[in-house]
């Protein structure tokens, strides 16, 4: 078997080969430097050591940091900034997408902001609605930054490699629940690019799209499903934004069925925008209407069972293949 | 005795048809203000930020520790690189009023702060400018052309035709681009510093906001971001008095001065006559070498008078008395430098009434070329497919299938 790590040793080892191939690279975030614990989950820990000052722990202040990061990004440096969770890049969307997003563009392409915002969130941890959302539509959105999610230790790195390599800002956005998940390790060094999506397996009956937390789950339904004779084909589209439509729409031409699962709430979600381009496009040779499998539109409840019933479950991704192939 | 909570509400001055009231700006005479040594912490020199530091009093005389002794060639420049910005000013107001472009913004009463400040720094230092200091362009040098032609969104506009009128960019210049949402350039200003600060560079980064706009978040976080990391910035709040048409009281003006923000934060806080070509210079220059030897950011207020609308879409007489400018009493700091100049001997009425003249010819040769590369309705017009390239750096695949449709739909029209 080979080398197996988890998602925060790959984010790491794409932040430390990164910083070491680049002095250009700096990380600002909170409680980064390995004073302050190196990452609320460790993913920047030993960094600091290593590379002193390019690391920074700042005030609580994401407006603050974000900010300074598109004006060093604007002074030649490629920041990488850390908001701990996905909700609280609410208190810095004016950066984001009024500035990092659009400086190419409204200055005519004098300027532009390569920078990498990581963030993270997921449900499943008991950490509610201020805490675990799946933001990634408001920025897909947004002309002019690219979002990326990985699913596994692997792609982390090679994503995380390309992002920070990138001349664009993109929004990395990562799955806490599954950090400590082991996975292949990474081949150090190599990047994975962006806009391409993934064909994780090879099936003719049906189409499953996933990226992110889904890609932990659609392999287990499709196992159960080849079982029982449904042939799945699986893409994981690795970034979200802009989408690789090409692979989506080679696959489901060839299985005329799709179905789309996301952690984000379903409605004017990523799904619903995959599914109004396949229509658009394959619309004669679809056999079934693209089926969506996702969270119910309320923000993240706390308690346990509020919780689980929120996330889609196994069962709605089985059911949702079957209507297609009904 | 009836005491109980109450709510308090700023108070203007004096409304349209009343006599101007300038008795709430504290004033220091010319000359008065002690001038600390660049190195001093700014905890042992919050008196900056409550009295006013002037150099040029009523008679045109420099006075005091702040005179710069600038050379009379930079004086006779700094002149004529304000009196250019005005003359600009009127000429693309007139051009407004007459339909030719779209919008404009003056600067009127305001030329010293845009002119003497970027004369008093590098030109390596970085610029994030507010959408009233075109003079930082013009002491940089931009050919007026440059500027006009993104006034008209034409074929020679710097931000191909995707920007509002007025928010130029010079990456050459090292002059940022102008935001629309206002104060972000603020956190920028200090990020860029950091980066500078970072890669061992002596450059420093300056921004400027109007007061009005210091009450959005990122002012704040600025200045937080500047004192936790003793940026290499000059953070300036041109306190103009009105954000369009909201009194400077309702920034918070009439409690502190804004430049007292300063302190508040741990970094150095000055208030300066905006209007005192010399004092402005003098207390730029200060707080340029703070920042370049490891002394800090700072804060600085400079206090003037819009004298103009706030815009072409505003009409200042509905809520300000007509002759607020004439009774303004920091004056005007065009007039102010030309009584110095003339007092020292080195300037006169009829060489300003000539320079008036060749400036006058100068911005209309260049508006004569700006309107070759395209008019607001006629002449050579941009290409649609401008509006695709610069979203990413690489075209993706849905904005190539976009762009192909709406080819394809021009072609049908032709």
Known sequence: MSEQINTIQALNWALDDAMAADTNVVLFGEELADGEGGGVMKVTAGLSTKYGARVRSTPISEMGFTGAAVGAAVAGLRPVIEIMLMNFVAVCMDQITNHAAKLRFMSGGQTHVPMVIRTMTGSGFQTAGQHSDFLEAWFCHTPGIKVVMPSNPADAYGLLRASIDDEDPVLFIEHFPSYWNPGEAPKRGVSIPLGKARRVQAGSDVTLIGYSRSMLDIPVVAKKLEAAGVSCEIIDLRTVSPLDMETILTSVKKTGRAVVVHEAVRSFGVGAEISARIHESLFRELKAPVERVASQDCPVPFAKQLETAFLYSHADIEAAVRRTLA | ?414
Not at chain 2, 295 to 321: K, N, W
């Open chain 2, 1 to 414: 005795m009836n005491r109980r909570s109450r709510l308090h509400v700023p108070r203007v001055p004096a409304r349209p048809g009343e006599a101007p009231d300038f008795s709430y700006v504290d004033l220091s005479p010319a000359g008065a203000v002690a001038r600390p040594d660049v190195n001093a912490r700014a905890r042992d020199i919050s008196f900056l930020a409550v009295e006013l530091v002037r150099v040029l009093d009523d008679n045109g005389e420099a006075l005091g520790p702040w005179h710069p002794h600038l050379d009379v060639h930079e004086l006779q420049l700094g002149l004529r690189h304000m009196l250019l910005t005005r003359v600009f000013d009127d000429r693309m107001q007139r051009t407004q009023r007459q339909g030719r472009i779209s919008f404009y913004m003056r600067s009127l009463g305001e030329e010293a702060v845009s002119v003497a400040q970027a004369m008093a720094l590098r030109p390596g230092d970085m610029l994030f400018p507010s959408y009233r200091n075109q003079g930082v362009n013009i002491v940089r040098g931009r050919p007026l052309v440059d500027l006009m032609c993104q006034l008209l969104s034409n074929t020679r506009d710097m931000c191909k035709g995707r920007q509002l009128p007025v928010m130029y960019h010079w990456v050459a210049g090292n002059i940022f681009s102008i935001s629309g949402n206002l104060a972000t350039q603020f956190p920028q200003a200090v990020g860029w510093a950091m980066a500078a600060a970072i890669k061992g560079e002596d450059h420093i980064a300056a921004s400027w906001i109007g007061e009005g706009s210091s009450a959005e978040a990122d002012f704040h976080h600025a200045l937080l971001f500047a004192s936790v990391y003793q940026a290499p910035v000059i953070l300036n709040v041109v306190n103009n008095q009105w954000a369009i048409s909201t009194f400077q009281g309702f920034a918070g003006g009439e409690q502190r001065s804004f430049a007292a923000r300063g302190p508040g934060y741990g970094i150095a806080g000055i208030r300066v006559d905006g209007n005192d070509f010399l004092a402005v210079y003098a207390v730029t220059q200060w707080a340029a070498e703070r920042a370049r030897t490891g002394a800090g950011p700072t804060l600085i207020e400079l206090v003037t008078y819009r004298a103009s609308a706030h815009s072409t879409s505003d009409d200042p007489a509905r809520y300000r008395p007509k002759d607020d400018f004439d009774r303004w009493p920091l004056g005007d700091p065009i007039a102010r430098l030309k009584q110095h100049l003339i007092r020292l001997g080195e300037w006169s009425e009829q060489r300003h009434l000539a320079l008036s003249a060749e400036l006058e010819e100068l911005v209309a040769a260049n508006w004569k070329e700006a309107v070759t590369y395209g008019m607001l309705n006629e002449g050579p017009r941009l290409n649609p497919d401008l509006m695709f390239d610069d979203v990413f750096k690489e075209l993706p695949p849905h904005l190539q299938r976009q762009r192909e449709q709406m080819r394809a739909e021009i072609a049908k029209k032709d």
